[in-house]
């Protein structure tokens, strides 16, 4: 079955530190990754998507994401956090074969102090 | 603007009490879905429509219901609301692997 684990429910860092949101997720087929961001009291907004190719994808707000298939990993890096990242951060996966369903990790609570 | 458009924004129901929640996009898209946000668990989905006159169970159906009438619409339906379906209740519609969401429907069942 899919799965999606977000280990990290709540991550605390400094403006202008590095950050790094871990997803590991579990599928039996190539699967679809995806990061979603959700501010307070707002709905969803995509931030990168993993579907072939190049195993680093780019994304908006500077948020960059890298595909290690040995590791099942989809982790989330930011160079230099800025205080507006502070949000709640999901990662999803989509099956290659069923587009219908996107399963979705528990979320990562970013707090970004000043 | 384009995008998914959910009603109402927040709803207090009493236990046994029913309610239909509203969702229509204007993406012409294919498939949409519904999702409940509670916290620590995620999104979970609760109901998916692949195509206008389809529905499918997700992971946690019971006690909805669905309708997808036309390729704009598809509401969620609560018959008997009770306390446990106090959460956030967010829309989708998909195209391709891009899914665009509403605004979330923030509903209470005392």
């Known amino acids: 079955a899919q799965s999606v684990t977000q280990p990290d429910i709540h991550i605390t860092v400094s403006e202008g530190a590095s950050l790094e949101l871990r997803c590991n997720y579990s599928?039996?087929?190539?699967?679809?990754l995806f990061w979603y961001v959700q501010s307070p009291g707002q709905g969803l907004q995509l931030l990168l998507k993993?579907?072939?190719?190049?195993?680093l994808v780019q994304g908006i707000k500077g948020f960059e994401a890298e595909f290690k298939r040995s590791q099942s990993s989809f982790n989330l890096r930011k160079p230099s956090v800025h205080w507006s990242d502070a949000a709640e951060y999901f990662c999803?996966?989509?099956?290659?074969?069923?587009?219908?369903?996107?399963?979705f990790g528990t979320g990562t609570r970013l707090q970004v102090f000043p | 603007n384009a995008g998914v458009t959910q009603t109402p924004k927040f709803q207090v129901l009493k236990t046994g009490q029913s309610m239909t929640l509203q969702c229509a996009q204007d993406?012409?898209?294919?498939?949409m879905y519904w999702y409940r946000q509670d916290p620590g668990m995620g999104l979970r989905l609760i109901y998916y429509?692949?195509?206008?006159?389809?529905?499918d169970k997700g992971e946690v159906p019971n006690g909805y219901n669905v309708s997808r009438l036309n390729k704009r619409e598809f509401s969620l339906r609560l018959e008997s609301a009770a306390p446990s379906q106090t959460s956030v209740y967010f829309c989708?519609?998909?195209?391709?692997?891009?899914?665009?969401f509403g605004q979330g429907t923030r509903l209470t069942v005392v």
């Open positions: 429509s692949a195509s206008e006159g389809t529905t």
């Open positions: 993993y579907f072939s190719g190049d195993t």
């Open positions: 989708a519609s998909r195209e391709r692997q891009r899914a665009f």
């Open positions: 999803a996966v989509g099956a290659s074969y069923n587009t219908d369903k996107l399963i």
């Open positions: 993406m012409n898209h294919n498939s």
């Open positions: 599928y039996g087929a190539t699967p679809y």
